[in-house]
């Protein structure tokens, strides 16, 4: 997708419109239109990064730090227990708006929304040889 057509470079240009919440030089935070929760918000970089695949060392470091502001403040606002974070990375992790972004988005323990592990996860711990194996595999993708 283009920066053209892409939305958040629309709401980053002011056309579209968009209830922002702060932002700076780097990033832009504003609500989510379509929220799971009251409070739901989204942090992005103003230069157009579809992932984390793509995206430059010294602007996630920014998000990172700003991430952590955006979180403290949502958790304060709504009073939730938590807040999630996240950020999908590709159509396969469920990433549908191809520009990066963070979504913090507050929970309490019994909300119907949230990081949901498959059942039975737990049942039995994966073998040694093949985390290892897996790790050698991860350390050696550079």
Known sequence: MSEENCIFCKIIRRDMPSSIIFEDEHSIAFMDVFPVAEGHCLLIPKKHY??????DLDVVAHLAKTLVDLTKRVRKATGAEGVLNIA????????DVPHLHFHAIPRNKNSPFGFKFPPGYRNSMAPRDRL???AEKIRSSV
């Not at 999908?88 to 990433?95: I, R």
């Open 50 to 55: 579809e992932n984390m695949f793509d995206v």
């Open 88 to 95: 999908a990375n590709g159509e396969g992790a469920g990433q």
């Open 132 to 134: 290892d194996h897996m």
